[in-house]
């Protein structure tokens, strides 16, 4: 079974950064997609950003490009987000999520069947 745990989150100064990991078990990265979304306080859940893994081919997703951007490494089994600059308005619980499906004409974020079950990022001062 594929499983994903989130680490990173906590209280975090407006212009800080961050970096939040995702532990994966169960997924081979070489097909699919992890990506990481956020769910603010009575928002809708957003993707952030995202890897989608097919044919050999690693694409990379930042909704936030220069200030969150997703790396992996696969020998540890870890999908990162690095948040710089982050903003109150960033505060929100963070989710890791992935799947093993590619979707053709889908976005990155399509289809997410797996889920952690979150860390929460809070940016104040």
């Known amino acids: 079974q594929l499983q994903l745990v989130e680490s990173g989150g906590g209280l975090v100064q407006p212009g800080g950064s961050l970096r939040l990991s995702c532990l994966v078990s169960?997924?081979?990265?070489?097909?699919?997609?992890i990506a990481w979304f956020r769910q603010a306080p009575g928002k809708e859940r957003e993707g952030v950003s995202c890897?989608?893994?097919?044919?050999?081919?690693?694409e990379y997703v930042d909704s936030e490009k220069g200030r969150f951007t997703i790396s992996g490494d696969n020998a540890k089994n870890t999908v990162y987000l690095q948040m710089t600059s982050l903003k109150p308005e960033d505060t929100a619980v963070y989710y890791c999520?992935?799947?093993?499906?590619?979707?053709?004409?889908?976005?990155?974020?399509?289809?997410?069947?797996?889920w952690g079950k979150g860390t929460l990022v809070t940016v104040s001062s």
């Open positions: 890897i989608s893994y097919s044919g050999g081919i690693t």
């Open positions: 169960g997924f081979t990265f070489d097909y699919g997609a």
């Open positions: 999520a992935a799947t093993k499906v590619r979707y053709l004409a889908r976005e990155c974020y399509y289809g997410m069947d797996y």
